[in-house]
């Protein structure tokens, strides 16, 4: 991915929201999603700039409102794209007044998945999370053998990935006490998973896997992810094969995608502990090894209900970076997918699996960072926190910064915890 004129930090935007040195969406940022002005409209192609929608059919960059199939673009189509937008928003462009009535204010907008999700794939290469939970329940052997040899992956469940804002009901599932029989009811340790989902764009056929070098022609672009687990029920459920119940009742994604293009000022080289092994070839690349982590600053902010009644604003309750907790790249995430001939799709999703940094206050997870439950923490007003209660709101916030460009930013993802039906 090069850096061209349209990371620019000079660039300014006719958008005066854009300009702002704390907005997500500058001029050079662009990223895309779905929109509508009303309910029960069709949606639309959006691309995010200050704090405005650009409908792209409305200012004539498509003839379409499919986002999976401007996704699937080849990426010389999708720097055109790119280009065309940032010359078409930027200051003195002869586009602003024909563009205008393309233009929605973002808070008179209904902002939905940024895509069609046909399949879902959760990935675990946050090695600090391994590590950590791998210390609770195996204090002697905390990470497996083939962990930093092997992508670790399942499949997930596309159906129940709802959009940011939208709320779910505590889950319910079987619950195993130590000298008890199990029985059903709603989940006492809910949790969340501080994540990234890396979106295909171009798909492949079945049975041709993607080389690595050509990987990252095959990603759209990055969006914040929380793939909320039902602890208690997770720790009776997952052998042999792995959780069930506890994770695949929601998971909330941001409704912007950040391009890979967006992103190529805040690569980083990918820098394997001294003693690791290194990848196996179809894992490795020299472009991989100069740039294939990306840096991301993520934070998590908890608010509960009381707070919330009471004016209080959510507590930043754990802060990391995607570079810093990634073990393996988006790259090498595509190239293993695909190994064995299976065909991804544009809209498919990979999550990255919890993202911890090194430090207690840098998890992931209430998990990690209470401990298993045994240290809660509090939060402003008294109320006491080991895993999420009724009410209770989690906000994902991600960013990039780099010395000589602008920061850009996400937007937000979020999502409340309901009562359980039962």
């Given at each position: 991915m090069t ?7 000079a ?7 854009a300009?702002?040195a704390d907005?997500?969406?500058p001029v050079q940022n662009?990223p ?9 409209e069709?949606?639309?192609i959006?691309?995010?700039?200050g704090d405005?929608?650009?409908d792209?059919?409305?200012a004539g960059?498509?003839?379409h409102?499919?986002?999976n ?15 065309s937008l940032s ?7 002869a586009?602003e007044k024909?563009w ?6 973002a808070?008179?907008v209904?902002?939905g998945?940024p895509?069609?999700?046909?399949d879902y794939?959760?990935?675990y ?6 590590a950590?939970v791998?210390?609770l329940f195996?204090?002697d052997n905390?990470?497996l053998p083939n962990?930093k040899?092997?992508p670790?992956?399942y ?6 990935i709802?959009p940011?804002g939208?709320?779910f009901?505590?889950p319910?599932?079987q ?13 006492q ?5 501080l994540?990234v989902?890396?979106f295909?764009?171009?798909g492949?056929?079945?049975?041709e896997?993607?080389?690595i070098?050509s ?12 793939d ?5 029920v997770q720790?009776?459920e997952y052998?042999p ?12 994604v ?8 967006a ?7 990918l820098?394997?502990p001294e003693?690791?092994p ?5 894992l ?6 100069h740039a294939?982590a990306?840096?991301?600053?993520l934070e998590?902010?908890?608010?509960s209900?009381?707070?919330r009644?009471?004016?209080i ?8 970076n ?7 790249t988006?790259?090498q995430?595509?190239?293993?997918h695909?190994?064995?001939g299976?065909a991804l799709?544009s809209g498919d999703?990979l999550g990255s ?6 430090h207690?206050?840098?998890a ?5 960072l ?5 240290q809660?923490f509090?939060l402003?007003?008294g109320e006491?926190r080991s895993?999420?209660e009724?009410?209770?709101n989690?906000?994902l ?15 937000r993802?979020?999502a ?5 039906w039962?």
């Open positions: 850096i061209d004129a349209t990371h620019d930090p660039l300014q935007s006719w958008v005066e929201s300009n702002s907005t997500d969406f662009l895309f999603g779905r929109f509508r002005s009303a309910a029960h069709e949606w639309r959006g691309v995010a700039i405005q929608v650009l792209l059919r409305a960059l498509t003839d409102a499919d986002m199939q401007l996704m699937g673009l080849a990426p010389n189509e999708r720097r055109a794209l790119r280009r010359d078409g928003l930027r200051r003195g462009s586009q024909a205008q009535a393309a233009l929605f204010a808070s008179t209904e902002l998945l895509c069609r999700i046909g794939t959760d990935f290469i946050g090695i600090h999370h391994a950590t791998g210390k195996r204090p905390p990470l962990y040899w092997v670790i992956g499949h997930g469940r596309a159906s129940t709802l940011s939208h709320p009901m505590r319910q599932g619950l195993k006490a130590a000298d008890a029989a199990p029985r059903l009811a709603a989940t340790r809910l949790d969340f998973e994540e989902g890396l295909v764009g171009r492949n056929r079945l049975g896997p993607i080389p070098a990987a990252e022609e095959h990603l759209f672009g990055i969006a914040l992810f929380n909320w687990s039902a602890r208690d720790a009776w052998q094969l792995g959780p069930f119940l506890s994770k695949n009742f929601a998971s909330t941001s409704p912007w995608i950040v391009t890979m293009e992103l190529a000022p805040y690569r980083r080289p820098v394997r003693g690791d290194q990848p196996l070839p179809y490795d690349s020299e472009a991989n090894r294939g990306i840096d991301i600053e998590v902010r908890l608010q209900r009381l707070m009644e009471s004016g604003p959510a507590q930043c309750i754990s802060r990391s995607f570079a810093d907790a990634a073990y393996w988006a790259a995430l595509i190239a293993h695909t190994v064995n299976c799709a999703l699996g919890t993202l911890s940094g090194p207690p206050e840098q992931g997870s209430l998990l990690e209470t401990q298993g439950g045994k809660p509090g402003p007003g006491v895993f999420l009724d009410g209770d989690v906000t916030i991600g960013s990039c910064s780099r010395a000589g460009f602008r920061r850009i930013g996400f937007g993802c979020e409340t915890v309901e009562p359980s039962r």
